[in-house]
């Protein structure tokens, strides 16, 4: 079974440019998770969707970051304009279902950003 | 206070030495615990789950002490492989989220 796919795996670009990562999760998972993952933290969630629709985006910083998932399937997650603390590493995750403890969360590899 | 806290260790052990993590969690809301294994420049996996009864998973043994708020995670007959950042993570049933400790760092030498 395929697992979770995120591109591009690396992106370095400068404060105040734009940026963009995709994710496309286990076929068949409702539910797509992003996190920022800051050096030497745990993941933080920033988004969350049950097919097209937004679960959760209560800590994504809305002023800058936005994220789709029109269709229910692939998402993506932008920054505009980025700041040097954005700096980290963006997981994507999906689930079955969310809802409950155990629906298991599937990560992908993530995408390393360095802004600079 | 963090939500999930953990000592960032690292902590250095030699190979067949028995290892302890322990973790912390401030929202008692919090139901169900896990732990995740995350090794150098990769994605978080699930190691297992973590139940007041115990749950043992081979080498690996897992507690919930919801009267201390606290959770463990023991390590038996350490591998180099066991060589990662273990991950201690709450589930928040009010809001269906994971929260995320910082990690513990293992490195197992030879």
């Known amino acids: 079974e395929a697992g979770v796919a995120q591109s591009p795996r690396y992106k370095i670009i400068e404060k105040r440019q734009s940026v963009a990562f995709w994710c496309n999760p286990i076929?068949?998972?409702?539910?797509l998770y992003w996190y920022q993952q800051i050096l030497g933290q745990g993941p933080k969630l920033l988004i969350q969707?049950?097919?097209?629709?937004?679960?959760?985006d209560s800590q994504l910083p809305k002023d800058r970051f936005s994220a789709e998932r029109l269709k229910g399937v692939d998402s993506t997650l932008k920054i505009q304009p980025a700041k040097l603390e954005d700096s980290a590493v963006y997981l994507c995750?999906?689930?079955?279902?969310?809802?409950?403890?155990?629906?298991?969360?599937?990560f992908g590899p993530g995408t390393r950003l360095t802004v600079l | 206070r963090k939500e999930v806290e953990q000592d960032p260790g690292p902590f250095n052990v030699p190979e067949g030495a028995t290892v302890a993590f322990n973790c912390t969690y401030s929202?008692?809301?919090?139901?169900?615990f896990f732990w995740y294994r995350q090794d150098c420049r990769k994605e978080p996996k699930l190691l297992m789950s973590?139940?007041?009864s115990g749950n043992e998973d081979g080498r690996f043994t897992a507690q919930l002490n919801r009267a201390s708020q606290y959770i463990s995670l023991l390590i038996r007959d350490s591998k180099l492989s066991d060589s990662a950042t273990y991950l201690c993570?709450?589930?928040?049933?009010?809001?269906?989220?994971?929260?995320f400790g910082s990690g513990t760092r293992l490195l197992v030498r030879p």
């Open positions: 929202n008692s809301a919090s139901q169900s």
């Open positions: 995750a999906s689930s079955l279902d969310f809802g409950r403890a155990y629906n298991e969360q599937f």
């Open positions: 076929s068949g998972h409702a539910t």
């Open positions: 993570v709450g589930w928040m049933d009010s809001s269906y989220k994971l929260i």
């Open positions: 973590v139940y007041s």
């Open positions: 969707f049950q097919n097209n629709g937004v679960v959760d």
